[in-house]
T-cell receptor
Framework: EDKVVQSPLSLVVHEGDTVTLNCSYEVTNFRSLLWYKQEKKAPTFLFMLTSSGIEKKSGRLSSILDKKELFSILNITATQTGDSAVYLCAGARGAQKLVFGQGTRLTINP | NAGVTQTPKFRVLKTGQSMTLLCAQDMNHEYMYWYRQDPGMGLRLIHYSVGEGTTAKGEVPDGYNVSRLKKQNFLLGLESAAPSQTSVYFC?????????????????FGAGSRLTVL
């Protein structure tokens, strides 16, 4: 059975800290790994990773995929209170089959 | 540009009642999806559609039906609601596999519909 496991499930840090969120996956016919940020409502897309070892960056956020070890990390540097959210990781096997992890709830305290 | 719009945003039902959740997207996406989100369980796929007039079962389809009569709309129906269907429901859409952006896996989500079944 396909599964995606995120850790930690919850994380509380101070503003300015750097955080690393983890995502391990076992997905049949794996195609890509996606990260989403969910604040109050709709998850919003952050990154899609298809190749190992190639870092994707967007401002203070970056992510990388290791297809040999079947995991991905999401890094956030110089965290701000606006980074507080649930971060979702999903493994894609084909176009219609995204398998989501449980999410990591990140809280940034001022 | 509204993106993906879900109605209603909130609904309370009694066990056995029926209802329909409506999802509309204005991005000309081929694929549409219905997910449910429960605490500690992430997002689980209920049903999806790869085009107008087509639907398919996802991971947790029991107790739900769907229809995609128009490309821009995807309806999720509960014929006889049960307390186990209390959840937050998200609709999403994406381009097809052949799209130039290869964005079939990049979903755009609606704001969610919170359903409580008593």
């Amino acid at each position: 059975e396909d599964k995606v496991v995120q850790s930690p499930l919850s994380l509380v840090v101070h503003e300015g800290d750097t955080v690393t969120l983890n995502c391990s996956y076992e997905v049949t016919n794996f195609r890509s790994l996606l990260w989403y940020k969910q604040e109050k409502k709709a998850p919003t897309f952050l990154f899609m990773l298809t190749s190992s070892g190639i870092e994707k960056k967007s401002g203070r956020l970056s992510s990388i995929l290791d297809k040999k070890e079947l995991f991905s990390i999401l890094n956030i540097t110089a965290t701000q209170t606006g980074d507080s959210a649930v971060y979702l990781c999903a493994g894609a096997r084909g176009a219609q089959k995204l398998v989501f992890g449980q999410g990591t709830r990140l809280t940034i305290n001022p | 540009n509204a993106g993906v719009t879900q109605t209603p945003k909130f609904r309370v039902l009694k066990t056995g009642q029926s209802m329909t959740l409506l999802c509309a997207q204005d991005m000309n996406h081929e694929y549409m999806y219905w997910y449910r989100q429960d605490p500690g369980m992430g997002l689980r796929l209920i049903h999806y559609s790869v085009g107008e007039g087509t639907t398919a079962k996802g991971e947790v389809p029991d107790g739900y039906n769907v229809s995609r009569l128009k490309k821009q709309n995807f309806l999720l129906g509960l014929e006889s609601a049960a307390p186990s269907q209390t959840s937050v429901y998200f609709c999403a859409s994406s381009y097809s596999m052949g799209h130039i952006d290869s964005g079939a896996n990049v979903l755009t989500f609606g704001a969610g519909s919170r359903l409580t079944v008593l």
